[in-house]
């Protein structure tokens, strides 16, 4: 099936990665646009963007999808005005938008500094929040959306090791999902919330090896891996699946929910 996103406007959050390859928010841009949507891809920096770009371009021949960026900074009200603006301006409207931006900080109450804290819930949660106030009115306008945010299976379980904030924003990215989505029901809006595991994305190789196993990407991934039924790693394309179908008109009667993304991580308690 191709086309499950034909024409459909979509503002990706955070579309970039921190290294080569398929993090979450490239996979998702890329696959959207390959499913006939113009995407809007949004990072904080550029040069992250340039690797999506060219993805983008890549698979866009095959069906009329499109792809344009800009530099926005989703914790900071002007930066998402003026992306908001941008979108409208080019594209027309905004039938989708997923809140991919997050990243975690080590550390519990105790370790984690005052300012980490407050760092990591503009980062995981007010972003989120941000873009919803901007976006939604527009949504409201069309009388129909669909929002998809990106939480993390560390928001439902612990996942091995202590990330305080991190946790506790990704709980509630998924509340603030399912309580926007009956609100905003009655207009046509749909809200949901894709919950990846523990996924092999840029992000492992670049940041987290050096958080947890002293740049030893390799025990950092066996670490991983055993905490996962299936015999294999997801990465950014296994979110992407899942985002597609929320945003897209199949999941139509879908709204308030979760899909988990994980290999079955979080179902085992042995
Ligand atoms: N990678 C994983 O294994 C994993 C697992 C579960 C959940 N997640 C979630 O998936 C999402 C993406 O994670 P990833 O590891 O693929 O990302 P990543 O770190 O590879 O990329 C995130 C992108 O967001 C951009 N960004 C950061 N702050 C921004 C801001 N304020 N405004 C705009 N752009 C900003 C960065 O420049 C970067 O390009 C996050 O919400 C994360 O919590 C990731």
């Not at 439902?156 to 990704?170: D, E, F, L, M, N």
Request: aromatic share 4%; net charge neutral.
């Amino acid at each position: 099936m191709t086309g499950r996103l034909q024409d459909k406007v979509v503002l990706v959050t955070g579309a970039g990665s921190v290294g080569p390859g398929w993090g979450n928010g490239r996979a998702i841009a890329v696959r959207m646009v390959q499913e006939g949507a113009k995407v809007m891809a949004l990072d904080r920096d550029q040069d992250r963007l340039e690797e999506t770009l060219s993805r983008a371009h890549e698979v866009s021949q095959l069906n009329g999808g499109e792809i344009d960026s800009m530099t926005c900074d989703v914790t900071q009200t002007a930066s998402i005005e003026a992306a908001v603006q941008a979108t409208l301006k080019r594209f027309g409207r905004i039938d989708v938008l997923i809140n991919n931006v997050g990243g975690s900080a080590a550390g519990g109450p105790v370790e984690m500094s005052e300012d980490v804290w407050d760092a990591q819930i503009d980062h995981n949660l007010k972003s989120v929040f941000m873009m919803c106030k901007h976006v939604l009115p527009v949504m409201v306008q069309q009388g129909a959306g669909s929002v998809v945010n990106i939480s993390s299976t560390s928001g439902i379980r612990w996942t091995g090791s202590a990330q305080v904030a991190y946790a506790a924003t990704k709980a509630a990215v998924i509340q603030l999902g399912r309580v926007v989505a009956v609100q905003y029901a009655k207009q046509g809006i749909r809200v949901n919330t894709v919950v990846p595991g523990q996924l092999h994305t840029p992000m492992v190789d670049v940041r987290l090896a050096k958080q947890r196993t002293g740049g030893d990407v390799q025990t950092l991934l066996t670490q991983r891996q055993a905490r996962i039924p299936l015999p294999f790693m997801g990465d950014g394309q296994d979110t992407a699946n899942a985002v597609l179908f929320l945003a897209s008109d199949e999941a139509r009667f879908i709204t308030g929910t979760e899909i988990i993304v994980d290999g079955g991580m979080s179902a085992r308690c042995d």
